[in-house]
């Protein structure tokens, strides 16, 4: 039993220690296998619809089969899915996070 919290607080500490850091670190954690980084933002073809949260990017994710591209200037974080003409877009940023670790 003992080992099994000790392996159970070995694969918490990233997440909480990300949710520390900020939302932005902690999409990086949660949905790193979604993610794919980029250095240069895409082009929208059909113009760009923000949305409001990380979990609407990924249901558009799950749903298309399309992977999330990534791409970081400073503090804030470029979340972009192409879809046909779309863009889907969601910025967050860890400016003023409170890093604990």
């Given at each position: 039993?003992?080992?099994?919290?000790?392996?159970?607080?070995?694969?918490?500490?990233?997440?909480?220690?990300?949710r520390r850091r900020g939302?932005?670190?902690?999409?990086?954690?949660?949905?790193?296998?979604?993610?794919?980084?980029?250095?240069?933002?895409?082009?929208?073809?059909?113009?760009?619809?923000?949305?409001?949260?990380?979990?609407?990017?990924?249901?558009?994710?799950?749903?298309?089969?399309?992977?999330?591209?990534h791409a970081q200037s400073?503090?804030?974080?470029?979340?972009?899915?192409?879809?046909?003409?779309?863009?889907?877009?969601?910025?967050?940023?860890?400016?003023?996070?409170?890093?604990?670790?």
């Open positions: 039993m003992l080992l099994t919290l000790g392996l159970g607080a070995a694969l918490l500490a990233p997440y909480l220690a990300s939302e932005a670190a902690r999409v990086l954690a949660e949905y790193d296998a979604m993610l794919v980084s980029i250095t240069d933002l895409p082009a929208s073809a059909g113009g760009m619809i923000e949305v409001r949260a990380f979990a609407d990017l990924a249901r558009v994710a799950e749903r298309t089969g399309r992977m999330i591209l400073g503090p804030d974080h470029d979340f972009f899915l192409q879809d046909g003409e779309a863009t889907y877009h969601l910025r967050l940023s860890d400016e003023g996070a409170v890093d604990r670790a």
